[in-house]
């Protein structure tokens, strides 16, 4: 059962960053797509940004040029770096891992972290 943990949430100020960090039990990115979710409030949770195992990006619209997933292989963790917030990105974002491949089973396992709530606010 590999384990997800985020931190790097908070209160920030419209406009002002953040980094949120994701570090996984095992190392996985070689077979897992990572991705970062968020989850507002009375709201569905909703994908943010993924990072492929082999390393290609995808964002969202409301993501792309303001936030950034990477990944530190050697660290087992994976990083959104976000920008120039606005009040609506407040949620609790999640770290999230599917495999890329099924395992011995013939399924695909997902993993979900635990959350890390983000508030942007003046």
């Known amino acids: 059962q590999v384990q997800l943990v985020e931190s790097g949430g908070g209160l920030v100020q419209p406009g002002g960053s953040l980094r949120l960090s994701c570090t996984a039990s095992?190392?996985?990115?070689?077979?897992?797509?990572m991705g970062w979710y968020r989850q507002a409030s009375g709201k569905q949770r909703v994908v943010v940004a993924t990072i492929h195992s082999s390393g290609s990006t995808s964002y969202t619209d409301s993501a792309r040029g303001r936030f950034t997933i990477s990944r530190d292989n050697a660290k087992n963790t994976v990083y959104l770096q976000m920008h120039s917030l606005r009040p609506e990105d407040t949620a609790v974002y999640y770290c999230?891992?599917?495999?890329?491949?099924?395992?011995?089973?013939?399924?695909?396992?997902?993993?979900w972290g635990q959350g890390t709530q983000v508030t942007v606010s003046s």
């Open positions: 095992e190392n996985i990115f070689s077979a897992y797509t």
């Open positions: 999230n891992a599917n495999a890329d491949i099924p395992d011995s089973t013939n399924t695909w396992p997902s993993y």
